[in-house]
């Protein structure tokens, strides 16, 4: 199930088994966020991911998106590092305006 080709990019989206999950973390197969930098992409098996979500709540850490003419939210509250075994599709790229809100809502969140 696992992709063979050239490392992630930041900015790309992929189609990631997010299963097994817990409690409240985001579940399925669904589209998800590269958002590790692509130094990171290139030399590790792992990418740190933001999933992507047609439902739920507009929060300030969700930012709104449209990917593939469906609205929906990065979940950014939600990041997880998922081996490369769970990346299953490369769907597209973000929006470049999306990718530097998604960046924006990181760099709040982990900066005091």
Request: glycine share 6%; proline share 7%.
């Amino acid at each position: 199930m696992a992709i063979e080709h050239a490392s992630p990019t930041r900015g790309d989206v992929y189609l990631i088994d997010l299963d097994p999950t817990r409690g409240s973390e985001i579940r399925k197969t669904r589209p998800c966020l590269v958002v590790s930098p692509d130094e990171l992409n290139q030399h590790l098996r792992t990418v740190i991911v933001a999933p992507m979500s047609t439902g739920g709540q507009a929060y300030p850490w969700r930012v709104r998106c449209r990917f593939r003419d469906r609205s929906g939210f990065v979940a950014v509250d939600q990041l997880r590092t998922a081996d490369s075994e769970r990346l299953v599709k490369r769907l597209g790229r973000i929006s470049p305006g999306t990718l530097t809100a998604v960046l924006a809502v990181l760099q709040e969140m982990f900066t005091p």
